[in-house]
């Protein structure tokens, strides 16, 4: 856990939320090159990095195909 940084408060719902909506604007390529480079520099803190990762992860699991024996075991 990290400890609280008096210059870099925990985030709100409505901080995430903004963050999240600025992450759908650029899209997954730059918000991936962005937080690879220096996150700090063009995103924000490490509350904002953890954030971009698990979008990251996220967008990746909707991108990945349904396997076969899913979609029929669905489909009953």
Do not use: H
């Given at each position: 856990?990290r400890?609280?940084?008096?210059?870099?408060?925990?985030?709100?719902?409505?901080?995430?939320?903004?963050?999240?909506?600025?992450?759908?604007?650029?899209?997954?390529?730059?918000?991936?090159?962005?937080?690879?480079?220096?996150?700090?520099?063009?995103l924000?803190?490490?509350?904002?990095?953890?954030?971009?990762?698990?979008?990251?992860?996220?967008?990746?699991?909707?991108?990945?195909?349904?396997?076969?024996?899913?979609?029929?075991?669905?489909?009953?």
């Amino acid at each position: 856990m990290r400890s609280m940084d008096p210059m870099n408060p925990p985030m709100n719902a409505t901080d995430r939320q903004r963050t999240l909506d600025y992450f759908e604007r650029l899209g997954r390529d730059k918000v991936r090159l962005y937080s690879a480079i220096d996150c700090d520099r063009y995103l924000g803190g490490w509350q904002v990095r953890e954030l971009a990762d698990q979008w990251l992860a996220e967008k990746a699991a909707e991108e990945r195909p349904v396997p076969l024996w899913r979609r029929i075991v669905r489909r009953r």
